[in-house]
């Protein structure tokens, strides 16, 4: 089960390109992925629950796209969400779940808006992969935590064939910068038959 914006998902190579693909699929993004049992949401807020008991301090959804993220991070207990998106479109949608504190748009390569430090947890749902944003993403991310912060993200089956994705992993745990404290293969978006490792990640 699939349509046309999903399949053309995973050919995107620009910043550009990926930019446009969100603003035109936005208005129908929710109903195609969640008809395809979108399940990586549900899974890296278990999962970064399981592993933080700060909730009710500020942490940002980055690549946040119409919500759906910070939804299953709400339902997980996170309670104060700050969303990042390359998309406006995608971020009106964000805007309508109410699940977030503030939303902003960043652009592709840049620095967060915020010191480094501001966030304790940050998630990058569906975000890092062929297609979507770069893997120097997860670097930035991984700098922009405080020691003991701690990073959830997922890597589809597209990203997991890409070895510079576990590669990147790989930098910052074999010298001890970075521990990895949960890591599970499991549904994605079982309706097109993808499946998701689940990784959280804390800062040494
Ligand atoms: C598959 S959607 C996932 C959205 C949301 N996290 C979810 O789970 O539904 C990927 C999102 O990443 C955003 N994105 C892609 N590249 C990005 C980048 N370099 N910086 C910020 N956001 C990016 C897209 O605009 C899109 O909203």
């Known amino acids: 089960m699939s349509s046309s914006f999903l399949t053309k998902s995973y050919g995107k190579t620009t910043s550009a390109s990926v930019r446009t693909h969100y603003d035109a699929w936005a208005a129908s993004y929710d109903a195609e992925i969640i008809k395809n049992g979108y399940a990586t949401p549900g899974r890296c807020a278990a999962a970064l629950a399981q592993f933080s008991d700060i909730k009710s301090t500020p942490m940002l959804d980055f690549g946040c796209g119409t919500g759906l993220s910070g939804l299953a991070l709400r339902l997980a207990g996170f309670d104060m969400i700050d969303g990042l998106d390359l998309s406006p479109e995608m971020l009106e949608g964000a805007k309508a779940t109410g699940a977030y504190r503030a939303l902003d748009t ?23 992969g062929v297609g979507a944003a770069p893997i120097s993403v997860f670097h930035l991310l991984m700098k922009a935590l405080p020691r003991d912060g701690k990073l959830v993200f997922s890597l589809n089956d597209h990203a997991l064939a890409d070895p510079s994705h576990q590669g990147a992993i790989s930098e910052w745990t074999d010298c001890g910068a970075a521990r990895l404290l949960f890591k599970e293969h499991g549904d994605h978006l079982p309706g097109i038959n993808l499946k998701s490792n689940v990784y959280v990640i804390e800062k040494a």
């Open 106 to 128: 960043i652009k592709a390569g840049a620095d967060l808006p915020v010191p480094k430090g501001t966030y304790a947890n940050i998630s990058a749902i569906g975000v890092i």
